[in-house]
Nanobody, 128 residues
Framework: VQLQAFGGGLVQAGGFLRLSCAAS????????MGWFRQAPGKEREFVAG????????LYADSVKGRFTISRDNAKNTVYLQMNSLKPEDTAVYYC??????????????????????WGQGTLVTVSS
């Protein structure tokens, strides 16, 4: 599986961005996907996850109500719509695939070590 994330950039606080992650390789529609982020000097943290068919979604408390994860299996792409951005959202954002758990019904895999394929990351900078 190869993942390529893009859509990051510089935005003012209160603004929005939409990240995309294009997947190639093993059947995209068969496994859950996640978005993580890593700010300078901090550990990589879970942002949002979505099951193979989009039937269940989980968000970190810090982004709940502001971010929306979605996927289009026909396009092999997962998205992260980020609204009402805050300076503390500044980080490198990574998409990740969990090909080991397959067609789970609920998102429970919030640890980075539960995902086995990663995109290269895209930088999001939110200015105050």
């Amino acid at each position: 599986v190869q993942l390529q994330a893009f859509g990051g950039g510089l935005v003012q606080a209160g603004g929005f961005l939409r990240l995309s992650c294009a997947a190639s390789g093993r059947s995209f529609s068969l496994y859950p996907m996640g978005w993580f982020r890593q700010a300078p000097g901090k550990e990589r943290e879970f942002v949002a996850g979505i099951t193979w068919n989009g039937g269940n979604i989980l968000y970190a408390d810090s982004v709940k109500g502001r971010f929306t994860i979605s996927r289009d299996n026909a396009k092999n792409t997962v998205y992260l719509q980020m609204n009402s951005l805050k300076p503390e959202d500044t980080a490198v954002y990574y998409c990740a695939a969990d090909t080991l758990h397959g067609q789970i019904k609920r998102v429970t895999n919030t640890g980075a070590d539960e995902y086995d394929y990663w995109g290269q990351g895209t930088l999001v900078t939110v200015s105050s």
